[in-house]
């Protein structure tokens, strides 16, 4: 009869509402596109002064299934919240292992982004180790979110490090106390945050700053990377104060792999 279902639509529409309020559907949601790879790598070249693509980050990206595609600064907060980063950077990794890419980078570094507590895991560290065998492997870290673990980080950064893992400090200059970790974590890299590069035409400060890094960088032997380089003056000026690698929608947007693969 038409009361009885009345009733069932409401009584699902309230088992609905209910699911949605505890956000088990995101949850349900995301895990089902990690494992799905419906979240997949996308790679931006990274390239030296001649422009000759020396390796790339890989990025995640959401396709969705009418092709649209969700920026990662959507759902990596979610991910975190529901602690699925672990998961998202093991699928990014096997897919890369598994790419056509892995069999001709041995003369690439490939960066990828890590939280602190995926360095911590051992699938994570395992799957870092297999493609370190293939490429010149950089993880990255942002200083955005404190490192909580000091001991468990060190211990595990030494255990990639022996198998030639090299670590990078992201976005440098925008987050915490920044002199401080790269002292702690001797960082091999350093990328230097795209809000310098974007004032670095128009701020006297911006220069400066960027002189200081160079300087100390050469003196901790530590090498420069410069992101989101959008057009040729910020190149040449990063060129001229000694920074010699770039990433940047200058030179690359971010692309598949397989697009990538035809570069080198
Ligand atoms: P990020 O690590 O700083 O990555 C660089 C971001 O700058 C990328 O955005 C890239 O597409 C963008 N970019 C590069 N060159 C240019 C440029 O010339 N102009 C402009 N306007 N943008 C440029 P994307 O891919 O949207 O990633 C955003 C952030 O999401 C990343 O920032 C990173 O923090 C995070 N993320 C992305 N993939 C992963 C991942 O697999 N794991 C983790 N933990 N975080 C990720
Ligand atoms: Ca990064
Ligand atoms: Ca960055
Ligand atoms: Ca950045």
């Not at 920044?178 to 911006?206: A, G, H, Q």
Request: with cysteine; charged share 20%.
């Amino acid at each position: 009869s038409i009361i009885e279902l009345v009733s069932t639509f409401i009584v699902l529409l309230s088992m609905f509402y209910i699911f949605y309020k505890y956000n088990n559907i995101d949850y349900y949601l995301l895990r089902k596109a990690i494992s799905n790879n419906d979240i997949c790598p996308f790679i931006q070249p990274i390239v030296d002064k001649d422009k000759q693509v020396i390796g790339g980050e890989v990025l995640a990206r959401w396709i969705k299934r009418n092709g649209k595609m969700v920026s990662p600064l959507d759902f990596i907060p979610k991910l975190e919240k529901y602690n699925l980063i672990p998961s998202l950077t093991m699928q990014l990794l096997s897919q890369v292992l598994k790419s056509e890419l892995v069999r001709k980078s041995e003369k690439l570094t490939l960066s990828f982004n890590l939280t602190e507590n995926c360095l911590h895991n051992a699938q994570v560290q395992n799957l870092c180790i297999e493609l370190a065998t293939h490429c010149q492997l950089l993880l990255e870290f942002t200083e955005s979110s404190e490192f909580e673990n000091v001991t468990k980080t060190l211990a595990a950064m030494q255990l990639l490090r022996n198998h030639g893992v090299q670590f990078a400090l992201d976005d440098y200059g925008t987050g915490y106390s920044s002199l401080y970790y790269l002292n702690l974590y001797d960082f091999d890299s350093l990328k230097i945050d795209k809000s310098f590069v974007d004032t670095i035409e128009s701020s006297e400060l911006t220069l400066h700053i960027i002189e200081s890094i160079v300087l100390l960088a050469s003196k901790l032997n530590i090498k420069l990377i410069a992101e989101g380089v959008e057009n040729i003056e910020q190149k040449e000026t990063l060129q001229r104060l000694g920074v010699n690698k770039y990433q940047g929608f200058l030179f690359y947007k971010p692309e598949s792999l397989d697009s990538f693969s035809t570069r080198i």
